[in-house]
């Protein structure tokens, strides 16, 4: 399947947020974020640390709300649907947006039920030994597990546990897949695995993925925002310099920001 | 200056060749110090064993396993049967684990739960805690006195609409296996509590958000992921819990009634292996004197195999880990 940057698809927003900004209490971790996701593309969040990427990507799943304190101003919409109104079940909302984590997390099960505890609890009607196979062999996992299924979860090494964790989120089905540092915790070998299975997820997921390593960004992402982070009462506030195709972002940003990031001149 | 740097010198390599003999003397003699000690309470065991064993010797020998399964119990004959107070120590036993587990394990997620403030929860389970704090004699007393008259309404009303059930059958008369079960119940309770709670408190927090995400709900967070995580320790608790129930003496000898007889009722009086011996010793003759000491073997080989299974079963749950 080959996507073309000029085809229509490219146009249709998933998920959205208008003037979006986070606080801690009374702290604003991060000020009025404006942007698009765009279905079926992977999204690269970039920028230094602390400046809220990962505070950002929970908001889109409602992940936030299991922090005390935390608080969300402005839209945000997923397929035009506010995420936040009053008659959104956030448990429904992360059905359909999952997410993966920076360390792997697999639960204290074997494979076999790690991957078919969420089909469990959103009562998934279909063959379970089918679904199990399809979302490993997605994860590219299959060949590595398939003699042990019955085995602890926990008995993986540290890469095949975070395409677990990978395959754990895509056998509920979501629409989006959302990926905090995924592979900060991997060696090279499974970090470039999990590059290629994105490139082959994006064909039926959306996903947006947190990283440090722009190389990373670049060889997977199709949009890349940068975010930044400014001093302000309380602590630094976040917000969002610029989101523009990866290419582009790299080679051609807008702002001078963008630019002593990505050229490495800039803390 | 230079004289000076001489003697630091001189007295860094004091410090090295010194080193080795008192610290390494001490060191060793630490070893073999708590080589002693731990040795030392081996042999307490083996030697308190072996005593009990010699001098139940002359029961084992006369009355052999026919004393497991017969139920007369009469001294002036020398005739005596140990099962209404085996049934009576496991019955009791269970039937508090029945009421304690279910509640010890709902209060125990409830306090690792966010459900209240933390000031809350701590005042809470420092509450908890006073409770396996007060001494047995203590809730003895209590039972005799506010429990059992507060509870005989119910036992009276449990007799005769479930009465066509053997377990509650009989004429109810206040002291009995159920009234042991409910006050050994609150004893147990806070062991059971204290240790899961802090089994899932312990549990990583990454484990709960990787359920979230995924779509689950609370409880099913909780039933289908956290407990599971959790359960060696919570085993582990009702295990611990379950050999203090069955030893319970005090408690057990003031509230059960002490009737040397089989019944199968629960609110029929009856007797535990603990409270027979706590009620006979004293005037016991030289032949009773053998069989109590029978009678507590058995029971000390029934704790140890239940600590032997809790073992097993934590150990178990942890390879799953
Ligand atoms: N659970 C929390 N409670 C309070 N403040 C928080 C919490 N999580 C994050 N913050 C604050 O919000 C700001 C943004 O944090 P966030 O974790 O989103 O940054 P990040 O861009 O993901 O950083 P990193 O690259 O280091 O992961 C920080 O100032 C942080 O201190
Ligand atoms: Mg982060």
């Known amino acids: ?267 | 200056m230079s004289s000076f740097a001489g003697e630091s010198q001189r007295f860094t390599k004091q410090m090295i060749s010194k080193r080795n003999s008192p610290e390494r003397i001490a060191d060793q003699g630490f070893f073999w110090l708590t080589l002693v000690m731990a040795a030392s309470v081996a042999l307490l065991l083996i030697w308190i064993g072996l005593q009990i064993f010699t001098a139940a010797f002359p029961a084992i020998s006369t009355y052999g396993l026919g004393f497991l399964t017969s139920t007369t119990w009469n001294p002036v004959s020398n005739v005596y049967g140990l099962l209404p107070q085996i049934y009576g120590t496991l019955v009791s036993a269970l039937v508090a684990l029945l009421i304690a587990v279910p509640l010890g394990v709902g209060v125990a997620v409830f306090l690792s739960e966010d459900f209240i403030p933390y000031t809350l929860r701590d005042a809470i389970s420092m509450g908890i805690e006073l409770i396996a704090a007060i001494p047995s004699v203590v809730l003895g007393l209590w039972g005799i006195f506010v429990f059992v008259p507060f509870m005989r309404p119910f036992y009276t009303f449990l007799n005769s609409t479930l009465g066509w059930i053997p377990l509650f059958a009989g004429s109810p008369r206040g002291f009995s296996l159920l009234t042991l079960s409910l006050v050994l119940s609150v004893m147990i309770m806070p062991i059971i509590i204290s240790i899961s709670r802090g089994t899932l408190n312990q549990l990583p927090p990454e484990l709960r958000l990787g359920a979230m995400a995924l779509g689950a709900t609370r409880w099913e967070t909780i039933l289908r992921v956290l407990i599971p995580a959790g359960l060696s320790g919570i085993i582990g608790s009702v295990m611990l819990a379950l050999g203090r129930a069955m030893g319970e003496t005090m408690v057990a000898a003031m509230l059960v009634g002490n009737a040397n007889r089989l019944s199968a009722s629960l609110l029929d009086p009856g007797s535990t292996i603990a409270s027979l011996i706590a009620s006979q010793f004293a005037e016991a003759g030289r032949v009773q004197v053998q069989v109590l000491m029978y009678a507590g073997l058995v029971l000390m080989f029934m704790t140890l195999v239940i600590n032997i299974v809790a073992e097993m079963i934590i150990k178990k749950f942890q390879n799953i880990e």
């Open chain 1, 1 to 267: 399947m080959v996507y073309d940057s000029a085809t229509a698809v490219e146009t249709d927003t998933i998920i959205r947020t208008e003037n979006t900004s986070i606080y801690y209490g009374d702290f604003k971790a991060v000020s009025g974020v404006n942007l698009d996701i765009y279905r079926n593309k992977v999204t690269a969040f970039i920028g230094p640390s602390g400046c809220g990427k990962s505070t950002v990507l929970r908001c889109f799943n409602r992940t936030n709300d299991l922090i005390p304190g935390c608080r969300v101003e402005g839209r945000v919409t997923f397929h035009g649907e506010d995420l936040y109104s009053k008659d959104i079940d956030p448990v429904q909302v992360r059905r359909r947006i999952g997410m993966v984590f920076q360390k792997p997390n697999p639960f204290p099960k074997s494979v076999y039920d790690n991957i078919a505890y969420g089909a469990r609890i959103n009562r998934y009607p279909g063959n379970m030994d089918e679904l199990v196979e399809r979302s490993l062999r997605r994860a590219s996992l299959w060949d590595d597990v398939k003699d042990k299924l019955q085995a602890s979860g926990l008995s993986l090494s540290g890469g095949q546990q975070q395409r677990l964790c990978i395959a754990r989120a895509i056998a509920v089905e979501p629409e989006v897949v959302l990926m905090d540092e995924p592979c900060s915790a991997l060696d090279p070998i499974s970090t470039l695995k999990i590059e290629e299975l994105m490139n082959d997820l994006k064909q039926l997921y959306t996903i947006i993925i947190v990283t440090h390593n722009m190389q990373q960004a670049t060889r997977v992402a199709d949009y890349t925002a940068f975010y930044n982070a400014q001093e302000a009462k309380g602590g630094k506030m976040g917000y969002l310099v610029e989101v523009l195709p990866t290419d582009e972002l790299f080679n051609n940003p807008k702002e001078q920001s963008t630019k002593d990031y990505v050229t490495g001149r800039f803390g």
